[in-house]
T-cell receptor
Framework: DQQVKQNSPSLSVQEGRISILNCDYT??????FLWYKKYPAEGPTFLIS?????DKNEDGRFTVFLNKSAKHLSLHIVPSQPGDSAVYFC????????????FGGGTRLMVKP | DTEVTQTPKHLVMGMTNKKSLKCEQH?????MYWYKQKAKKPPELMFV???????INESVPSRFSPECPNSSLLNLHLHALQPEDSALYLC????????????FGSGTRLTVV
């Protein structure tokens, strides 16, 4: 049973436009959500996170939105740049469950010049 | 130092070989993790060490043997692997298992022939 799902395996966006990556989860015990970016043959790099007590967190071009009632979060990248092309993983954890990260399947973002 | 260093970056081994993967961090993190990632799949948790003690083993076959000699080092000893064990092996660390967010290493690309 996949507790964290990223239903879009890939996304293509024009440079300068907005990229929206979506993530759904089923476990209501999750209390912290993270986005990681991964280039080929490299480890995931932490990008941005959000606590379940918030509904938005912004860091430069990156904003994460959390809708707890819908168990949905999204990552907005504005403006998108070719260097943003990578695989983006959504991850969630629960403090009461030992704080282990559960990853979604990833979305490959391609930003075209 | 804010990095997790993994060596080697690439490893090719036969099914009868014995090899070891090494992971090192000097951030004072007391939790360290081994993940396995197959192509186009999310990272899958294998082992968790907390304060140098194995706290989680996600039903990993005994041909994978983790070791944590001290708070900065994490090894993964490999013996009698199968071709299907070929994957990217990622090491990660965090301050403790009670805090969210990990720092990942770049991984070791393992090929079993």
């Amino acid at each position: 049973d996949q507790q964290v799902k990223q239903n879009s395996p890939s996304l293509s966006v024009q440079e300068g436009r907005i990229s929206i990556l979506n993530c759904d989860y089923t476990n209501s015990m999750f209390d912290y959500f993270l986005w990681y970016k991964k280039y080929p043959a490299e480890g995931p790099t932490f990008l941005i996170s959000i606590s379940s007590i918030k509904d938005k967190n912004e860091d430069g071009r990156f904003t994460v939105f959390l809708n707890k009632s819908a168990k949905h979060l999204s990552l907005h990248i504005v403006p998108s740049q070719p260097g943003d092309s990578a695989v983006y993983f959504c991850a969630a954890n629960s403090y009461n469950a030992g704080n282990m990260l559960t990853f979604g399947g990833g979305t490959r973002l391609m930003v075209k010049p | 130092d804010t990095e997790v260093t993994q060596t080697p970056k690439h490893l090719v081994m036969g099914m009868t070989n014995k090899k070891s993967l090494k992971c090192e961090q000097h951030m004072g993190h007391r939790a360290m993790y081994w993940y396995k990632q197959k192509a186009k799949k999310p990272p899958e948790l294998m082992f968790v060490y907390s304060y140098e003690k194995l706290s989680i083993n996600e039903s990993v076959p005994s041909r994978f043997s983790p070791e944590c000699p001290n708070s900065s080092l994490l090894n993964l000893h490999l013996h009698a692997l199968q071709p299907e064990d070929s994957a990217l092996y990622l090491c990660a660390s965090s301050q403790t298992t009670g805090l969210p967010g990990y720092t990942f290493g770049s991984g070791t690309r393992l090929t079993v022939v």
